[in-house]
T-cell receptor, first 114, second 115 residues
Framework: AQSVTQLDSHVSVSEGTPVLLRCNYSSSYSPSLFWYVQHPNKGLQLLLKYTSAATLVKGINGFEAEFKKSETSFHLTKPSAHMSDAAEYFC????????????FGSGTKLNVKP | GAGVSQSPSNKVTEKGKDVELRCDPISGHTALYWYRQRLGQGLEFLIYFQGNSAPDKSGLPSDRFSAERTGESVSTLTIQRTQQEDSAVYLCASNGLGGRIYEQYFGPGTRLTVT
């Protein structure tokens, strides 16, 4: 079975400082992993995805995530936060027998202080 | 189509009434999903369709909830005898298939308020 744990429900950073949003997954199979972002009153948007190619994945808006199988992690990072990054971020896993079943984490709300 | 669309965008209904929520997926996408997002919470999987059939209905919270899809296109989520705890944003997503992992494309959601 697949599952996702987002370790922090809220993260607060100052503008210009690094962002780290943590995600750990559980999967009986080689997983595919995604990060989605949801800005207030807007729809979910894909940030990046890992599908068994390069373990360091680059996404939109300067975000990156690294797939670490030994740690079962897929943390999202960005070197320098912008005010516009304030949003909720969801880590998602799929894979195994049913590539169409997507498991969402509970989300991390990112607050960016000026 | 340009993207996943959902209607209505907002729905206010009285407790006990039935509601229908509609989702138009991206043209050609074979898989379609329904999720519920309560205020301040993450996404809760409800049901997904592969073509017109629903291999996984495990997320439907009660028998008041049902969904159908026709023509491998439009899907409707029906909630009968609505309760206040049904108040949430209902999100629809679609993606393609073919042995590859496709990301989901989300609609803007329907905000349901049960008074």
């Amino acid at each position: 079975a697949q599952s996702v744990t987002q370790l922090d429900s809220h993260v607060s950073v100052s503008e210009g400082t690094p962002v780290l949003l943590r995600c750990n997954y559980s999967s009986s199979y080689s997983p595919s992993l995604f990060w989605y972002v949801q800005h207030p009153n807007k729809g979910l948007q894909l940030l990046l995805k890992y599908t068994s190619a390069a373990t360091l994945v680059k996404g939109i808006n300067g975000f990156e995530a690294e797939f670490k199988k030994s740690e079962t992690s897929f943390h999202l990072t960005k070197p320098s936060a912008h005010m516009s990054d304030a949003a909720e971020y969801f880590c998602v896993v799929t894979g195994g027998n049913n590539f169409n079943k997507f498991y969402f984490g509970s989300g991390t709300k990112l607050n960016v202080k000026p | 189509g340009a993207g996943v669309s959902q209607s209505p965008s907002n729905k206010v209904t009285e407790k006990g009434k039935d509601v229908e929520l509609r989702c138009d997926p991206i043209s050609g996408h074979t898989a379609l999903y329904w999720y519920r997002q309560r205020l301040g919470q993450g996404l809760e999987f409800l049901i997904y369709f592969q073509g017109n059939s629903a291999p996984d209905k495990s997320g439907l919270p009660s028998d008041r909830f049902s969904a159908e899809r026709t023509g491998e296109s439009v899907s409707t989520l029906t909630i009968q005898r609505t309760q206040q705890e049904d108040s949430a944003v209902y999100l629809c997503a679609s993606n393609g298939l073919g042995g590859r992992i496709y990301e989901q494309y989300f609609g803007p959601g329907t905000r349901l308020t049960v008074t």
